[in-house]
């Protein structure tokens, strides 16, 4: 009964700060946090993702307390350096095809800032360690529950990339499939953000530095890119697995998970 409690808290703090905390924020916050960063968003993007879903973090660390600090919303720093270098390896390949595609580039520090560091940061923190992580991890969901409940949320954000009512639609379907995707790399690497965040990062980045048209959509040779990226994600996580890292999705977790000590909690990075 307590995982139940815990997790209807932790979906109903989600739910108020995705949208009633919103009604909080203001007009004259956003004027003041862009007029001092000159309308780059450097200070105005991260002072909102907190102001919005700060409650949401500090409750799953109240609710769930580790013998590590922060442990529960995924920020053990074990792999940091690790993860970085394995994403950039994984996302090369797109780069470099992309920017075979594109005939612009863009190297604005602000833009790649703002969507990418603090996009790829803030939401794998949010969605998948403090909404999903929290559901499955310690709440017992199985797998496809919890990350059906993150990964919906995520694509509905991703709306707004569609031109029409069936582009928006793909949109958020293709954002719900990468969601989904995030949420096993969490699992996989030790239940830290830092894979999955270096790798919505990076492609994030390459997406906006060669101007890819297409919004979450893209097109068909841009996605033949993007999908390198994603099989070696998948190569390199089956490259741990292979080197003794315990498998943490099996068919046993889909649906319900309800063994004590059923999770792992490190990644073998050795």
């Known amino acids: 009964m307590k995982y139940t409690i815990k997790a209807l808290a932790i979906i109903s703090i989600f739910v108020f700060c995705h949208y009633v905390m919103r009604q909080f924020w203001g007009e004259g916050w956003s004027s003041w946090l862009s007029e001092l960063d000159n309308l780059t968003g450097i200070l105005f993007t991260p002072a ?5 879903y700060g409650p949401l973090v500090i409750a799953a660390i109240i609710l769930f307390k580790q013998s590590k600090p922060f442990e529960s919303i995924g920020l053990n720093s074990s792999g940091f350096i690790n993860y970085a270098l394995a994403a950039i390896i994984c996302c090369t390949p797109m780069a470099i095809g992309y920017g075979f595609l594109s005939d612009e580039l863009n190297l604005s520090i602000p833009a790649i800032i703002t969507g990418s560091v603090y996009a790829g940061f803030f939401e794998e923190l949010i969605f998948r360690a403090a909404l999903f992580g929290v559901l499955f991890k310690y709440c017992r ?3 496809v529950p919890a990350a059906l409940i993150s990964s919906v949320i995520f694509g509905l954000g991703h709306i707004y990339q569609g031109n029409d009512a069936i582009s928006a639609l793909m949109a958020v379907a293709i954002t719900t499939v990468a969601g989904t995707w995030f949420a096993w790399l969490y699992c996989e690497c ?3 953000i830092w ?3 270096w790798m919505h990062i990076f492609m994030n980045a390459a997406y906006g530095i060669f101007g890819m048209s ?3 959509v893209g097109d068909l040779q841009g996605n033949l890119f993007k999908a390198t990226a994603i099989v070696l994600s998948i190569v390199y996580v089956e490259m741990l697995i292979r080197r003794g890292k315990q498998r943490e ?4 977790k889909l649906f319900q998970c309800t063994k ?3 999770y792992t909690q490190q990644a073998n990075l050795n």
Request: charged residues 10%; without cysteine.
């Open 48 to 52: 909102k993702y907190t102001f919005l």
């Open 214 to 216: 297409g919004g979450a």
């Open 195 to 197: 894979f999955p965040m």
């Open 249 to 252: 999705i099996t068919l046993s």
């Open 141 to 143: 969901w199985g797998f």
């Open 260 to 262: 004590n000590g059923l």
């Open 190 to 192: 030790g239940y830290r």
